[in-house]
C-alpha cells in the first residue's frame, strides 16, 4: 500500500462469531442477523472464522460453510477477511483457495504454531504455500503471539515478504509491543495496511498511526469505540481517553467471568444471541450471565 492509496481495511472490523445451537452445532441462519446488526453498529468490515469465530474448534466443511454464509449476507455492503490459518497447510491451502472463490475480499493466515517457528524465513515459506493457492486474493498476516507461540519480528516480515509474498496486503497485528507495530505501519513509507487487534488499547494503536482496527468488542460497541476514534482525530484527546477508559472497563468486566465464552455471552445481552461457545469453552452460569448484564448495563 503506498502513500496515495486506499487501505483495503479500515476503521473499526468486528470479528465475528460463530453462532450456534444448545447442542453446539452450527446455527448459519443466524449469521444474516447478526451480520446486519453488526454493520448497524458501524463496523467497516467482517473478520470471518478468526478467534472470535471458534475457527480451532471448527471442521473444515464448517469452516467453509461459516464463510460461505458471511460472504454472501455481508452482499458487499463491508469488506470480508476470511481467516484461513490451519497446523496442516494443505488444509489452509484448502480454505484460501476455497475464500478465493467465494470472492472473500482477503484472507488471513495465523501461522501453524503446534511445531515450534522460529524463523521469519520458514514463516514465509509458509505463507507462500498457502498464497499460492488464492493468487489473485490479498493475504494477512494474523500476528497473535500470546495465542501461537510465534514472536517474530513483524519488520522482518514485511521485509521478506516484498519480493518474495506479493499478495501480502498487511497484519492483523494483536500484540501490545507498540514499537513494532509503529515499525511496521511505517515501513516502505505506508506500504503496507496495518490493522491493531487490541480492543483495550485501540487509542495507543490510534497513536502509532494504523488504517484501523479488527476486535470482538466492535461487534457490538463500535459506537463507543467510534467517539474514541473521532476524538482522537479530532485532537480531543482527554475525551479520546475517557470513552476509552469506558470501553476498557467493559472489556475487563467481560473478561473477568471469563474468556471467549464470556464475549459471546457478551454479544448476545447487548447485540444479538449467538448462541453457546463450543468445548473446551462452558457457557456462562446463570448467575455469571445476570451479574455481568447488569454491569455491562451500567457501563453503557
Known amino acids: 500500500m503506498s502513500e496515495a492509496s486506499q487501505p483495503l481495511l479500515s476503521g473499526l472490523v468486528a470479528a465475528t462469531f460463530t453462532p450456534m445451537k444448545s447442542d453446539g452445532a452450527l446455527d448459519l441462519k443466524r449469521i444474516p442477523a447478526v451480520c446486519d446488526f453488526v454493520q ?29 454464509t458471511y460472504v454472501e449476507a455481508a452482499a458487499g455492503r463491508v469488506p470480508v477477511v476470511v481467516h484461513v490459518g490451519h497446523n496442516s497447510l494443505g488444509d489452509a491451502r484448502t480454505l484460501a483457495a476455497h475464500a478465493q472463490q ?36 490479498p493475504l494477512y ?3 497473535i503471539p500470546r495465542i501461537t507461540g510465534v514472536r517474530l519480528s513483524m519488520v ?3 521485509e521478506r515478504s516484498e519480493s518474495a509474498l506479493p499478495s501480502l496486503a498487511g497484519i492483523k497485528y494483536s500484540s501490545d509491543e507498540l514499537d513494532d507495530l509503529q515499525a511496521c505501519v511505517e515501513y516502505g513509507r505506508r506500504r503496507y495496511n496495518i490493522l491493531f487487534g487490541c480492543d483495550e488499547m485501540l487509542l495507543s494503536g490510534l497513536s502509532t498511526g494504523v488504517d484501523g482496527a479488527v476486535g470482538s468488542t466492535y461487534n457490538f460497541m463500535a459506537p463507543l469505540y467510534r467517539r474514541v476514534i473521532d476524538a482522537y482525530q479530532g485532537g480531543e484527546l482527554e475525551s479520546a481517553r475517557q470513552h476509552q477508559q ?37 457457557p456462562l452460569s446463570d448467575e455469571a450471565l445476570a451479574l455481568l448484564e447488569q454491569r455491562l448495563g451500567r457501563g453503557r
Open 40 to 68: 448497524g453498529q458501524g463496523a467497516d468490515g467482517l473478520f470471518v472464522c478468526g478467534s472470535t469465530g471458534e475457527s480451532p474448534s471448527l471442521t473444515m466443511a464448517e469452516r467453509m460453510a461459516v464463510a460461505e
Open 102 to 137: 467465494l470472492a472473500a475480499d482477503a484472507i488471513a493466515v495465523a501461522p501453524p504454531s503446534y511445531y515450534d517457528l522460529k524463523s521469519v524465513d520458514v514463516l514465509v515459506e509458509c505463507l507462500q504455500h498457502i498464497a499460492e493457492a488464492a493468487p489473485q486474493t
Open 141 to 143: 498476516y494474523y500476528h
Open 156 to 158: 522482518e516480515l514485511l
Open 246 to 282: 469506558v470501553a476498557s472497563a467493559m472489556v475487563e468486566e467481560i473478561l473477568r467471568h471469563g474468556g471467549h465464552n464470556a464475549i459471546k455471552a457478551a454479544m448476545s445481552l447487548l447485540g444479538i444471541d449467538c448462541g453457546p461457545p463450543r468445548l473446551p469453552w462452558k
